[in-house]
Every structure is written in structure tokens, then in C-alpha cells.
């Protein structure tokens, strides 16, 4: 065939659909859908399903949750890469798409009363690295006694005077063994600070909504955080397997 004529074929060739991203042995979606990319808030529904050949079916009532100070953007999790503004370091925006969540739950008391999560009681020698030129960008640090805090104010101390810490979950925005220098680190489910709050990147929800949430899904079911702006979600709902969620 001519070079002319398989460019028009090429151009005529139905596009392949995007790859499934969620995986076969997730049992539990947590799906918020923002108006907009712009949007500082959203509702958090919870779906499960008990195999990959069945429907999602939603569970319980929606959460309020609260998102970046300046919105959305590109993430880096299991979803393929999208074109568009990308998430970065420090530019408070919270990264949409689909992403794994931690095992590990962490907080200031000593225990969770959440028996079907692993719990880490954080001290002041807890750091979360976001120095994107530290090898241990994105990732937990724990210091020894003696060990000196890194030179300059590129991490995040797990343990603070902010109650809003005091209970948080790692998104897997960004996260090992596939970490981005500079593409964003410390993503968590966190405690708000009131109605109107917004975070740096991070979702935030009510104490109480958070412990409901956690006592319905565990590190067992898989789940996966789903965080799509309204238009992209509708987008990609048919080729990523989401739920149809109803007007």
C-alpha cells in the first residue's frame, strides 16, 4: 500500500480503548466526582463488588470531602497517563484519577480501634520525605534518636500540633517503586479542620466519616481511590470498568 494511503487507513483506524486500570482482585471503589477541575470539594461514595464479573453497587451514604486550595490535576497511579495540567510539588492541587491506597494507617494515640488496619503510632522522628532530590522522595522516614533531621524544610513531620494529621491514609499518588522527582508527594486522607476547609493536595472528611469509611473497606478488599472532575469521569467510565453513578 502506498505510504499516502496507509497514513489515511492509519488515521481512519478506530483508536484502542484505554487498558482496564482497576485491578481484578479490588473489591472497593471510593469514588469522588468534583464538578470541575477547579473544585475545592466533592462527595465520597463508597461502591463494592464481589468479583471482577460483578457490578459495583453502591454502600452506605456519600462523605463530604474537601480537596486542593487550587483544584485538580493529573495524577500518577494506575490510571494511563492523561494529557493536561499534571500534579507537581507544592502547587496544591490534588491529583485526580484512580490510585491504590496504604496498609498503614497512622496517628497521634496509641491505637486505631480499627482491628483490620495495620497502625503506626507516629512520633516526632516520623518524616515524610518531599525533597524531589532525596532517593527517599515520597516515602516514610523514621529517624533514629540520635539521627539528625534533614538539612532543610523539605519533609513532613507525621506528628504535629495540627489535629488534622491526627489520622491519615497514604493515597498512592507518586508512590514507590514508581516515584516522579518533583511530580508530588505526600497524598493522604486526612482529619478537616471545619466545613470549609481546603488541603494542600490531599482529602480531608470528618473524623467520624473517615473511621465509617475505614471500618467498611480494609487493606483486604484491594481499594481503590477514584478522583475524576464530572467531565473526565464520564469520559472514561465505559472503557475503566467505573460505576454508573445516577443524576
Known sequence: MPRLLLFF????????ASPQPIPSSCRALLVAQPDSWDSQSSELQLY???NSSSSWISTGIPIKVHL?????AWGRGLHPN?????????????????FHLGSI???????????NWRYRQVTDRDLWVE???SPLYNRHLILSPHQPFPSGELYHLMRQSD????LKLFIRHNAPPHVLPGAGSAIFFHLCRGPLSVTTGCTSMEESDLRRLLQNVNPADQPVYVLLPENEYTRFQPAWGLPMIKP
Open 9 to 16: 487507513a492509519l488515521l481512519q483506524t478506530p483508536l484502542l
Open 48 to 50: 463494592r463488588r464481589k
Open 68 to 72: 486542593g486550595r487550587r483544584g485538580l
Open 82 to 98: 492523561q494529557p493536561g495540567i499534571q500534579k507537581k510539588e507544592g502547587d496544591k492541587k490534588s491529583p485526580a484519577g484512580l
Open 105 to 115: 494507617l497512622y496517628g497521634y494515640d496509641t491505637q486505631a480501634d480499627l482491628p
Open 131 to 133: 525533597d524531589p532530590s
Open 163 to 166: 489535629p488534622a494529621h491526627a
